[in-house]
């Protein structure tokens, strides 16, 4: 008989921590969930929609006709194939690491990317450039980019009206074209690019407005806040853009901006967390306000959160601003205030929240920010400029930087001009506007008036195919280039590969339009540099070298003077007229359209380790769903069931979408949030028939928000891909939280949480001989809760240099993920009594990932002594020693092993049709095994990490704490000693690729019996607590307990982290404490 | 009727099916154990597309292993030179040999020569040869005296085990930096009174007298010395090689 051990009942404190709605109502579904090592049905053979009988029937045929062949048994030939000319710096077998940066709408971020032989194989940020101060963070976008360059669906040829063309043809017809419109003077000719902080790029433009002056520009992205830019050319005038600084504030006031996810960028993030790093008691820390209507990663950092629908923000922020006014007397904000103060009082929110808010922003004026989001109306970020130019935030906590970019006409613009006749050429720099452009413009009717369309796009995708001529887009991993970051610094672009498919650049076509020969180095970057480091490039060669080596241009920030606010009567005006101050009537619904966490706007679509990476706040992979809150949930009439959601049906004018709805804890009521960046009709293999369109309901007039005219739900359900139950543990104060104050006063509060305080104070014996710790090293990790923002870089960048493979939605409905890292989210709530669901709940992250226990549980039952620990306390897994018994995961507490339970890295994930003759069957080419081609594309391949086992069929793996970079290290050293006893290795001398992705240096990786290391120093805060310690495994991973810095006058203070020792309360032990069964130990 | 058979063939058959059975064992025990070599790969010599003799380079000439095999020190390969590194020399010696046609057709064309790979670990065995050169193990310990090999051939079995034999006694392979490269070096070579000057005595053997000229060292206490004195701790857990 399988013993079942019953762990002890948790000691239910003021607080109960979930993580879904099923398991805070208890149901059975859960319970029974909670027993099984893998989810239902990860351990079956669900072949979808083929039989297993079936399917052995037709491929039993299958083989016998094939034959069996004996090939097999003779020892392949393998070869060695030098250069012939040796290639600088290149050394067969070891990294070679180079500067650069990627282009974003945000800015550029710096990077430093590892290259072996001449492949570009895992992305990190680049520690030395000055917003980063010697840690370089990055994002899940930036560290999958990488996959994006190797990307098998990519545009491979030149196409000209949809036949196979070559370059020299295209060059041809490009210099016919210029030829053509120089007679106009460029009037015709239209240019679409996107939003770029490139000084070449800029500088081309020029050259090419200088011979063709008359040709339209037009900038173009469908997300990155439009509105934004346009309260800044009102606010700050042309060439002016705002830098939040958040190291500087000590209260921030977020209005819907997502600054630490979708709306923000590294420097942001980073300046953030720094204020929230506490080491001590009594340190401080800063304060975080979140208006928003659903939850994202910022509002789950919140100290404070309000969740109202979208459109109300603006009317919240106006109720602020009168607050503010009346207690700064600024004069400008108070006229704004009054000439909307009429419209005031149709919408009501919680009762104290703005006043008190208002009164804690102007007790710490200079020192606090109000951040709008993208998302919201001009007017509302003209008042959030208001608000903070009486908060007296420029110049401390708000600065400016110069925009690279000259104005250009939107895409409204452009398609008038179309329209109107007034071009017969339009050039697309990589822009997908058949795919995401408002449908109000009906762009797909106006490209295919376009008598002549070049696009260079990085796929074939909707907006190739109305274009007469495709051209491959290189990947900014190979071309050369330059940007700026978010500080304004000066940053290169450096190719580590030539064009794959032989890709052109923008800067490549705007030189062609120039009358410039089409580089073939860095020459044009390279004048650019010259203007911009001037008199610093006396010996140019040597400022270009340091420029390429360090990855930036010292001291090139753009000057951040101009950072007055300008109340022009405009500004006044816009505010007025834009102001939304309605509120919603009962029974409509406002749908948000946010960007996704996965596609963004549909760019990375095609990117399987984004599409795979759960959603933080929902967990969901790929897919989009309608978020909506329980509340109104009930009012519609839907829910939620195993992987799938009751599908709505959404009409605003004559478009109407319908998908499926996933109630999301602390989501505004009568709001539904729908993510943009899915429903691709022509895109690659990993996002062909992912989710649904949510384009065709947005508009130039409502692009973020809008009152849907009716939502119904169609009776019909969807099926949805939710990693939340997947590997769950069974709540036992895992996440452990508590108050500034709290810590002040009871700083090692999170050691007596839990069971902790149980344990016997001498430590428990283990009943298992273990190998001894004798390595000059002993590795370990310290997760910080307090700094982790759940971005999930960390399991982006973990999977890039593990070769984890993804393995598609239909097996992670079966819980078959292969993360070897994931981001556990709790919600938590004070008082669940009514309904068994709370409206406004906390929000917390904790990654989790092997714990490499002293005493490990997996190793104890493994038949062959495939997972064994080493002198250096690594749990460590030999792959080729695995049988593949699952006994290991069965028996982990921490539910971290994951099971290759198909050949995920050789086999396709895709449908694939095999058979003979008429028996044919198509089913997911995962079950077909060997029976099938080995599909791994070739430039698949050439990302994977050298030095990491690529894993097959049915062995088991987990995190391996890096042992690939441990072991780097330690050879380095040991070279390094060559004839000397100077072996042990160098106090933080690499890091792990979680810790090295995570902006936050919420992670630290190191020796422990270091003292001086950055993972001791983090151990021995008080705050630190070990999970599960009551099951004597020893954990290596030490986590931090988050703090919350409420402010103690705002409504529903004191619920937010609420600690009480259980025998406080004055009951009884929790040991003892419980409803019968829970008596504790083995039955 | 009487009977056809004898009462003592009742149990005949059952008696032939055991000797059978256990001939038949003994014969495929006894072809495994004495007619399979160790490791299948040793004595592998495939014929390369240049006659290249290491004979005559390493033997002969006395080139340094690291005049081709350049980053040994440094990476994990020990790469195979390039074929700029043969045309070093090959452009004014041996100019028209037409041993050497590859090598030129390869630095015309630019197309690269293609040896046959002779030495392999498996694809989940992490062999890095820079930190064994660098800590004192010669490349005659895994690859043989290749100085005195005309063709190549694979003379260790590079088998798990054998690697093992020598991560728990790397004494025996150990030897002075400087003759790492020297794949003619005996230890009866090594001067002993230099040697415990450096290094110090073997362990052990402390009170013994090293100043006479006529003490030989034996490879154990050569290795246990630099064991000793370097620190050397090879690996022996899963993830020093796997991972």
């Known amino acids: ?1083 | 009727m009487a009977n056809f058979f004898p009462r003592w063939t009742n149990w005949l058959p059952l008696k032939v099916l055991v000797i059978l059975f256990v001939l038949g064992n003994a014969v495929v025990a006894g072809v495994w154990y004495y007619f399979t070599p160790k490791y299948t790969r040793v004595g592998y010599q495939p014929v390369q597309p240049v006659p290249f003799s290491h004979e005559i380079h390493a033997g002969q000439l006395g080139m340094d292993c690291r005049y081709c095999h350049s980053f040994v020190e440094v990476s994990y390969h020990s790469n195979v030179p390039n074929t700029q590194v043969c045309m070093n020399c090959h452009s004014q010696i041996q100019k028209d040999n037409p041993k050497l046609e590859a090598v030129r057709e390869s630095w015309k064309t630019g197309q690269p020569v293609t040896w046959i790979q002779l030495h392999k670990t498996p694809d989940y065995a992490y062999y890095n040869h820079s930190v064994h050169v660098n800590r004192g193990v010669s490349c005659v310990s895994c690859h043989g005296q290749v100085n005195h090999m005309a063709v190549v051939y694979h003379d260790q079995p590079l088998s798990m085990s054998w690697c093992l034999d020598c991560h728990r006694h790397p004494e025996n392979a150990l030897r002075p930096r400087e003759d790492v490269y020297n794949l003619d070096w005996k230890p009866s070579d090594v001067n002993a009174k230099a040697f415990v000057a450096k290094y110090g005595k073997p362990p052990g053997e402390e009170d013994r007298d090293f100043s006479k000229d006529d003490v030989k060292l034996t490879q154990q206490e050569i290795g246990l010395t630099l064991k000793h004195a370097w620190y050397v701790n090879p690996p022996e857990n899963c993830a020093g090689c796997h991972r």
Not at chain 1, 195 to 221: D, F, G, H, M, Q
Not at chain 1, 450 to 472: F, M
């Open chain 1, 1 to 1083: 008989m399988k013993r079942i051990f019953q762990h002890p009942s948790e000691p239910q404190g003021g607080k109960k921590y979930w993580r879904s709605l099923e398991e805070l109502a208890s149901t059975p579904g859960f319970a029974a969930a909670l027993e099984r090592e893998f989810p239902q049905g990860a351990a079956e053979f669900n072949g979808g929609e083929v039989s297993r009988r079936h399917f052995m029937k037709i491929m039993g045929a299958s083989t016998a006709l094939a034959g069996i062949g004996l090939t097999g048994c003779r020892r392949p030939e393998m070869h060695l194939v030098p250069f012939t000319h040796s290639a600088e710096w290149s050394i067969p077998g070891k990294f070679l690491f180079y500067t650069s940066s990627r282009p974003t709408p945000r800015g550029y971020v710096p990077l430093i990317v590892s290259t072996y032989e001449g492949r570009p194989t895992k992305i990190e940020g680049n520690p030395y450039h000055p917003i980063n101060e010697g840690h370089g963070g990055t994002d899940i976008y930036t560290q999958a980019s990488v996959l994006n360059m190797y990307d098998p669906d990519r545009a491979r040829a030149f196409r000209q009206k949809g036949s196979i063309s070559d370059e020299s043809t295209f060059e041809k017809a490009l210099d016919g074209l210029i030829a053509a419109y120089a007679g106009t003077q460029g009037d015709g000719l239209a240019i679409m690019m996107e939003e770029n902080a490139s000084p070449t790029r800029e500088r081309l433009r020029a050259a090419v407005t200088a011979k063709l002056p008359k040709a339209r520009w037009c900038i173009y992205e469908p997300l990155a806040g439009g509105s934004t830019g346009a309260a800044e050319f009102i606010g700050f005038g042309q060439g002016v853009k705002a830098r939040p600084q958040l190291d500087k504030a000590d209260v921030v006031l977020t209005l819907d901006c997502d600054f630490l996810g979708s709306d923000g960028n590294i420097e942001m993030i980073r300046g953030f967390t720094k204020k929230r790093r506490v080491d001590a008691p009594g340190e401080k820390m800063n304060r975080l306000y979140s208006v928003e209507n659903r939850y994202t990663i910022t509002g789950g950092m919140a100290d404070h959160r309000l969740r109202i629908p979208a459109s109300q923000v603006g009317a919240f922020a106006l109720q602020l601003a009168e607050q503010i006014a009346t207690a700064t007397g600024d004069a400008t904000l108070s006229g704004v205030g009054q000439t909307l103060g009429k419209a005031n009082g149709t919408v009501n929110f919680p009762a104290g929240w703005a006043e008190e808010l208002a009164k804690d922003l102007v007790a710490n004026k200079g020192r606090a920010v109000v951040l709008v989001g993208s998302q919201q109306p001009v007017a509302v970020h003209l008042l959030g400029m208001a608000i903070n130019a009486a908060l007296g935030a420029f110049g401390t906590t708000l600065t400016g930087i110069a925009t690279v970019s000259a104005p250009a006409s939107s895409i409204g613009d452009l398609t008038k001009d179309i329209n109107n006749k007034a071009v017969t050429t339009l050039i697309i720099l990589g822009c997908n506007p058949v795919y995401d452009a408002p449908v109000d413009l009906d762009w797909r009717t106006a490209q295919s008036n376009v008598p002549n369309v070049i696009r260079v796009g990085l796929h074939e995708d909707e907006t190739a195919e109305l274009s007469s001529w495709n051209v491959p887009r290189a990947h900014y991993l190979e071309y050369w280039g330059d940007g700026r970051s978010a500080d304004g610094t000066y940053v290169a672009v450096q190719p580590m590969i030539l064009p794959l498919y032989g890709g052109w650049s923008d800067n490549d076509i705007l030189a062609k339009l120039a009358g410039l020969q089409k580089p073939v180095g860095p020459e044009l970057v390279q004048d650019t540099f010259r203007q911009i480091a001037g008199g610093a490039a006396t010996d140019f060669d040597a400022a270009w070298n340091k420029f390429l080596h360090d990855g930036y241009l010292d001291g090139s920030a753009t000057a951040t003077e101009r950072t007055l606010f300008f109340m022009s009567a405009a500004a006044g005006s816009a505010i007025g007229e834009q102001m939304n101050l309605t509120a919603l009537k009962e029974g409509s619904y406002e749908i948000v359209f946010t960007p996704d966490f996965h596609t963004y706007d549909g760019r990375y679509n095609n990117n399987g380790w984004l599409q795979e990476v759960p959603d933080p706040v929902t967990k969901l992979t790929w897919d989009n769903a309608a978020l909506i809150s329980p509340a109104t949930a009930k009012a519609l009439g839907v829910q939620n069931y195993e992987a799938a959601g009751d599908t709505i049906e959404i009409t605003v004018g004559k478009s109407g979408i319908s998908l499926p709805i996933l109630i999301a804890p602390g989501h505004a009521d009568h709001s539904i949030s729908v993510s943009l960046g899915y429903g691709r009709w022509k895109t690659g293999r990993v996002g062909t028939g992912a989710g649904e369109n949510v384009y065709p309901l947005r508009t130039t007039t409502a692009p973020y928000f809008l009152v849907a005219d009716k939502v119904t739900p169609t009776g019909d359900r969807g099926t949805l891909a939710i990693t939340q139950h997947h590997f769950s543990m069974e709540g036992r104060a895992f996440v452990r939280e508590g108050t500034l104050d709290t810590f002040a006063e009871n700083p090692s509060f999170a050691k007596v949480m839990g069971l902790d305080e149980e344990l016997p104070k001498a430590g428990n014996p283990s009943l298992y001989t273990h190998p001894p710790l004798t390595a000059l090293e002993q590795w370990g990790m310290t997760i910080d809760l307090n700094t982790c923002t759940g971005c999930n870089a960390c399991v982006v960048a973990c999977q890039a240099e593990n070769n984890s493979p993804i393995v598609g939605k239909e097996q992670v409905i079966n819980g078959r993920e292969m993360h070897w890292m994931r981001l556990d989210r709790y919600f938590a709530s004070t008082d669940v009594s009514t309904d068994d669901s709370d409206p406004d709940p906390e929000m917390l992250f904790e990654p989790l990932l092997c714990q490499q226990c002293e005493f490990a549980p997996c190793e104890t039952v493994c038949p062959v002594n495939a997972t064994v620990h080493t002198p250096d306390g690594l749990n460590s897994m030999a792959y080729n020693r695995c049988i593949g018994t699952r006994y290991c995961a069965n028996n982990c507490p921490y539910k971290v092993r994951r099971f290759n339970f198909f050949d995920y890295n050789q086999r396709p994930i895709t449908p694939v049709t095999e058979g003979i003759g008429p028996l044919k069957i198509t089913a997911s080419g995962l079950h077909f095994g060997p029976l099938t081609e080995k599909s791994s594309p070739d430039t698949i391949k050439m990302q994977k990490n050298p030095n990491v086992t690529v894993r097959m069929r049915g062995v088991m793996e987990k995190c391996t704490f890096c042992v690939q970079r441990i072991e780097e290290a330690r050879i380095a050293t040991k070279v390094k000693a060559g004839a000397s006893d100077k072996i042990k290795i160098p106090v933080d001398s690499f890091q792990s690729a979680c810790q090295q992705a995570c902006p936050n240096e919420a992670i630290a990786f190191g020796d422990i019996t270091e003292p001086e290391s950055k993972v001791s120093k983090m151990r021995g805060s008080p705050r630190g607590y070990r999970l599960l310690e009551y099951l004597n495994t020893s954990p290596r991973v030490v986590y931090l307990a988050k703090l919350r810095n409420p402010n103690p006058k705002m409504p529903g203070a004191e619920k937010l982290a609420a600690f009480e020792r259980e025998d406080k309360k004055g009951g009884a032990s929790p040991m003892t404490n419980g409803e019968g069964d829970a008596s504790g130990g083995p039955k």
